[in-house]
């Protein structure tokens, strides 16, 4: 069966109001304690598999969850087991899952990589989970007879590594899942419960923390774009085609929003989230007309949050990245923690904001409605795609002439417009490049895609130097240190702007895909 589910975190100021919401007279409490199994080279976890035995009350239950969505959706399979049996297993410390199960089941799809046999010989326990779960039944309000419920989960307890007891991380997370009817109402009910409790979605599994413990780590990587796992062809509709698009852009914002909301500061998250938000502007922006769902305000929003997480991340990369390389060439110390701390704002703030998080949920909402339900979706997307392809080569020819023509006054703010216009054809053509699977097309799309990136990266680095050493230029005033690092960045300005004429140039002379 497949399992639908939201996760989120609760904010330690909010628990205490959440609870007289949680635990009211028809909710239940149990105690859950799980065994996860994998193999040592964690085998399971890299094909997105969790596997474990699960105490719930009297009951055990071995359960496996894979595939999915990899957003809200997993598929799922639960098997009751003998409590004796189990109890006689835990005596003598041999408790393992029984593999056999999954022949000719649903989850078998999942596991057609292994040899079950050989896997079972393989596998070990390696982390626990102990929880105290609090459950409440949230039926809607309807005379129907296929009344929609959903489980609300509570859970506070910890993780425990298998073979060391000493190593343990807290979980406290709250939990809505689809037990039947229509998927409307479980988003309708968590965007509800999220904007009264400042609740933050959250895509990390139990038995991703519990892989994290294993690795003494706090966070997962960050997450970049993987438009591999795209889910466009060239029969696509016009509205299962910008789903499709919707969809790749959170599976990369989701994990590193996660990451951010949980606590981390490191700049890989934020920059793989702020690059998932400029990926997702873009397809709501020039691929707006694709739906008749989509609501304008998510790109109001996205673009707000967009730009409260570039402010911050510039300035913090500047004084972690940029001063850094600048003493490794033998520049004097120049102390940016006050300019800092002086942003009122940071990653978290901005992510935890409820517009933000109601606007995740209602794009994980999106990209989970019918696209065959929509005006358009008898009409293929390739068509109306080679139209947007050929006006946004159009408008960057028109640019790159207004850049080429532009005078010192102007040329900072031409610049800012061709790569503004360079970001979004980019993505455009790799959202676009799938529908063009053809083998003469395949050589020319990548070679256009190489081209484009490049010319991108180089005309961002060569501006993201100026802004740098216009702020060691300012920071000079007040700090004669800077001014090492404001004359070594006007040297690299030289560089950077011979490499963007350079790629500029290669991109005017190659030939399009479409």
């Known amino acids: 069966m497949q399992e639908i589910e939201l996760k989120f975190l609760v904010p330690e100021s909010r628990i205490k109001s959440l609870l007289r919401q949680v635990k009211v007279k028809s909710s239940q409490e149990i105690q859950m304690a799980a065994h996860y199994y994998d193999t040592t080279e964690q085998q399971l976890a890299q094909a997105g598999i969790g596997l474990r035995i699960r105490q719930e ?54 596991l057609t990589h292994f040899k079950l046999k050989k896997l079972a010989k393989k596998l070990t326990r390696q982390y626990v989970t102990d929880i105290q779960r609090t459950t409440r039944l949230l039926v809607e309000d309807s005379n129907d007879e296929d009344t929609s419920r959903i489980e609300m989960a509570y859970d506070l307890g910890e993780v425990i590594h298998g073979n060391d007891p000493t190593q343990r991380n807290p979980i406290q997370e709250i939990e809505f899942e689809l037990l039947s009817g229509e998927v409307d109402f479980l988003f309708a009910t968590a965007k509800i419960w999220c904007k009264r409790y400042k609740l933050c979605l959250s895509t990390v599994t139990k038995a991703e923390r519990g892989g994290l413990l294993i690795k003494g780590q706090r966070y997962s990587p960050a997450v970049s774009a993987d438009i591999s796992q795209i889910d466009i062809h060239k029969n696509s509709s016009i509205p299962t085609f910008i789903r499709a698009a919707v969809h790749n852009c959170l599976l990369q914002i989701l994990p590193n929003s996660s990451a951010v909301v949980a606590g981390s500061q490191n700049d890989e998250h934020v920059l793989q989230l702020l690059l998932g938000l400029q990926r997702i502007n873009t397809v709501l922006k020039v691929f707006a007309s694709f739906s008749d769902e989509i609501n304008p305000d998510w790109l109001l929003i996205l673009k707000q949050t967009a730009t409260l997480l570039s402010d911050y991340r510039t300035l913090a990369y500047l004084a972690l990245h940029i001063e850094f390389e600048l003493q490794k060439s033998g520049a004097p110390v120049v102390d940016w923690t006050a300019d800092v701390n002086a942003i009122s704002i940071t990653p978290i703030d901005v992510i935890g904001a409820h517009d933000f998080q109601l606007t995740l949920l209602e794009l994980i909402a999106f990209t989970m409605s019918d696209p065959s339900l929509e005006p358009q979706a008898d009409k293929l997307a390739v068509d109306k795609v080679i139209k947007i392809l050929s006006k946004q080569h159009t408008k960057l020819l028109r640019i790159e002439q207004d850049f080429d023509e532009a005078d010192a006054a102007d040329e900072c703010q031409a610049k800012y417009k061709l790569l503004n216009h360079l970001k979004d054809f980019c993505y455009v053509s790799e959202f676009s490049a799938p529908l063009f699977n053809k083998k003469e097309s395949k050589k020319k ?52 702007d011979k490499r963007t004429k350079k790629q500029l140039s290669k991109l005017q002379s190659c030939s399009t895909f479409w």
Not at 93 to 103: F, G
Not at 445 to 456: E, G, M, S
Not at 466 to 492: F, I, M, P, V
């Open 445 to 496: 799309t990548k070679r256009w895609l190489k081209r484009i990136k490049k010319a991108q990266a180089a005309l961002d680095q060569q501006l993201n130097t100026a802004y740098y050493q216009q702020c060691y230029q300012n920071k000079a005033l007040t700090d004669t240190n800077a001014w090492y690092g404001a004359g070594w960045l006007s040297a690299s300005l030289i560089t950077a």
């Open 57 to 110: 009350g009297d009951t055990w239950v071995q359960t496996i969850k894979a595939g999915g969505d990899g957003i809200a959706a997993r598929l799922e399979h639960n098997a009751i087991l003998d409590s004796e049996q189990v109890q006689a297993m835990l005596d003598t410390n041999t408790l393992m899952p029984d593999l056999t199960i999954y022949k000719n089941t649903t989850i078998a799809s999942a």
